[in-house]
């Protein structure tokens, strides 16, 4: 057993094989269009209590294993920041510590820093492919390449053999009307400062780029698992000097991730978006639009794709079509890099509706017990059948023969949903009330059940229902998923089946408390009390007694495939489940740290609108008013 689990704790980590699914050989690539990935597994864990000392492998996950450097690739407005932000949020989810370091934010601290300095007397040249990083004995101090507050010193003391002063550029440069220029010096960061001829301006771009690099692999160091470097990474000889430092790391592998975009109609929503971003947000919309677009062309010009070339020296990569429609994958090996392919298949910009809640009151819920299947109250079916009406109302019934979108999860699509099932079809601001003990597995407080929230503002004049639905909200095709437990089945009463689709997945179903179902907080504690502090000392990795008891990790683990579903479908959704769940799967979409999750308050008879957006998405709430059997909206956010 202890081999086992050595060698399943090396697969996680990625240091055993394992090549990217559809099959790709060890030196071959694959190309997957979307919808012809493999599925995923949900892996299976041996259940033991958390009073033990002995650490859970998926605890070992960030500790043992290689550290992975993701390089972007691709040109300006090409969905690389979307891409990178999605995968950074996944693969923390995941567990993994994970980051995003854009040499963007760098160049603008660096165009915004104050400074007394004068320009730097040493002519500037850029850095040779073998020669990208500074050395040792000379680094700069670096700012954090997340931040767009924290300056960014050069030093003008002494010229380090191989190091490209920031601040070297000509004096009769015209202002940028993008970034302020460095006091002391005439930087400019519009188009001119990516034209290719402009020497100084790339010796200063590969400067940043390394610097970046530099600081990343710091980080990875002090206890980082995945780093993403986010720049374009447009030229062969850029990506060699990357890869060439990478190689003078021990434990750190590196791969590229390219994002290309053919389509003019996905390339210009991506244009607008970055029209919005931090280089153009004060400037004149035409403009900003001259320059963002001589931008590209000036990148164009020495723009060079990940080739053959490449490959021929096994350089591993992920090339992105149309954000997600096409994937190529090469030399991707390991656990980690081929997660990364199956779930960057899923993703799309389409537009959609998930809708969030948990079941209706149960008698469990009255009684403050855990887990179980109990019934739900009288309280609790008035809330399931308003939130079908609810539901219907904003997306009528389509006709009997519309296309079916079922995709199975471990076994052929059937016209029957199964408990293994979820239909096909992917950054929030959310505010997080943090408690330090609200009862999970159903368990709640009846203050907190009985008052689903705080900001409950005055109802509206009219029923929401029929307001939204004036509105045009919703009105597409639906599918409803609800866990196996009856007190989320019991929705599909209200749902015509040949008009809807219901799928009872066990995914959904609440964390399972082994030994402990059915009882009470106060019951652990008067007869299991050294459970009760393990539980309270860290409720993420405490996972519950018994055969089969869960932990949060565990109920992440096994709710992966249901994100990958909910990422690649492009229809509307109802989730109708429980509370961990229901707080794991906001987490996910709001990128809420994995320790703040058990502390999220996520109450009854409450609906999330959740509708994903290029850099986020959009969260509304509404809560079911048993005075007018109709839903109040009460707010943004959680």
Known sequence: MDRFRELLGAALAGSVGGNTGGGT?????????????????????????????????????????????????????????????????????????????????????MASSPSDAPPSPYPSSPLSAGDGASPSNAKPPRSDSTSETSPIHSSVSEKPRGVVPLRTVPQHAHESPVVATVPGSATT?????????????????????????????????????VAIHDATNSTVERRQALLARVEKETGIKAFFIESVCPDPEVLEQNVQMKLNGPDYKLMDPEVARRDFMSRIANYEKVYETISEEEEKRDVSYIKIVNVGQKVIAHHIRGYLPSQCVFYLMQIHIKHRTIWLTRHGESEFNLSNRIGGDPPLTPLGQRYTKALATFMKTLHPPQSKAKESTITSIGEAPSDTASANTISTTPKISISITNMDDVPDADGQDKQERDEPSDEVKEPLPVGLMSSLAEEGEGVTPLTVYTSTLRRTMDIADYFDPDEYEINNVRFLNEIYAGSFEGMTYA?????????????????????????????????????????????????????????VVMRTLLAYFAGIPLQEVPSMIVPLHTVYCLKPQPYGADLRRYAYNPDTDDFDYVGEGI
């Open 523 to 579: 019951e652990v504690e008067a007869n299991h009390p050294d459970e009760f502090a393990a539980r309270a000392r860290n409720k993420l990795l405490y996972r519950y007694p018994g055969s089969g008891g869960e932990s949060y990790i565990d109920v992440i683990e096994r709710l992966r495939p249901v994100i990958v579903e909910l990422e690649r479908m492009e229809s509307d959704v109802l989730v109708v489940t429980h509370q």
């Open 189 to 225: 960061h519009d188009a001119k400062f990516f034209d290719a001829s402009n020497a100084d301006a790339k010796a200063v771009r590969e400067r940043l780029a390394m610097d970046t690099l530099d600081e990343l692999i710091s980080w990875l160091k002090k206890g980082g698992k």
């Open 25 to 109: 050989s060890s030196s071959g690539s694959v190309r997957m269009e979307r919808g012809t990935g493999s599925n995923s597994s949900v892996s299976s864990m041996t259940s033991t209590s958390s009073a033990r000392p002995r650490k859970d492998i998926l605890e070992l996950k960030n500790e043992i294993g290689h550290k992975y450097i993701i390089f972007m690739v691709g040109l300006p407005a090409r969905g690389k920041s979307y891409i990178c932000k999605k995968l950074c949020r996944y693969l923390s989810w995941c567990g993994f510590k994970t980051k995003v370091f854009n040499v963007g934010n760098r160049r603008r601290v």
